[in-house]
């Protein structure tokens, strides 16, 4: 069984699109984040939510809405795409926020806007 | 907020020889740090956690050591093998422990 699933794993977009990803997670976490790695492989956190709740939001555009509709599930939409989102979207859960945790993540969706 | 360093070249050994790998962070001192294995094309993967009062954790051929004075992590891997090849990333958690920093990664090639 998948831990933590994304889909979908590649999208390629053009500029000014809006398109969603969306993630899953079995493992009964209570936390669910989005991480950004862009092409020089640097990981960066974008959103946390614990529980459905937002907790963490990062200086990230508007244009990138997170939604929880429950805890096992946290979709990633965004508006009007430019040439800069370019990147590999994670998704990541772990047991609890703020505790010394280990972060289990999702394979990935790398998205190519042209 | 708090940075880490990683070594941004890549590391290079040859197969049985022990891998070294340098994590260096340049504020506080967390209460833990983490690293994590990446494979091409995959998300990273939990492989250790050390807290701040362990001075060394070991798993399988993995050693981690946390040395709070000098503000580093050393990773080690004995006895490579071309099947460690991969990206090892550090990270600790940010002020407030609610958000986790990585370190960019330094990639391993074990040759055969």
């Known amino acids: 069984d998948t831990a933590v699933s994304q889909t979908p794993k590649y999208l390629v977009t053009q500029m000014g699109n809006d398109k969603s990803i969306k993630c899953e997670q079995n493992l009964g976490h209570d936390t669910m984040y989005w991480y950004k790695q862009d092409s020089k492989k640097f990981l960066k956190i974008m959103f946390s939510y614990n529980n459905k709740e937002l907790i963490i939001n990062e200086t990230v555009p508007n244009r990138f809405s997170p939604k929880s509709p429950d805890k096992a599930h946290l979709n990633l939409h965004i508006n009007s795409l430019e040439l800069g989102d370019s990147a590999v979207y994670f998704c990541a859960s772990s047991q609890d926020l703020g505790l010394a945790g280990e972060q289990y993540f999702g394979p990935g969706t790398r998205l190519t806007v042209t | 907020s708090q940075k880490i360093e990683q070594n941004s070249e890549a590391l290079n050994i040859q197969e049985g020889k022990t891998a070294t790998l340098t994590c260096n962070y340049t504020n506080y001192s967390p209460a833990y740090l983490q690293w994590y294995r990446q494979d091409p094309g995959r998300g990273p993967v939990f492989l250790l956690l050390?807290?701040?009062?362990?001075k060394e954790k070991r798993k399988e051929r993995l050693k981690v050591t946390f040395d709070t004075t000098l503000k580093q992590s050393l990773f080690h891997i004995t006895a490579s093998q071309p099947a460690v090849s991969a990206t090892y990333l550090c990270?600790?958690?940010?002020?407030?422990?609610?958000?986790?920093?990585f370190g960019a990664g330094t990639r391993l090639f074990v040759k055969a």
């Open positions: 050390i807290r701040e009062n362990e």
């Open positions: 990270a600790l958690p940010d002020t407030g422990g609610f958000k986790t920093i």
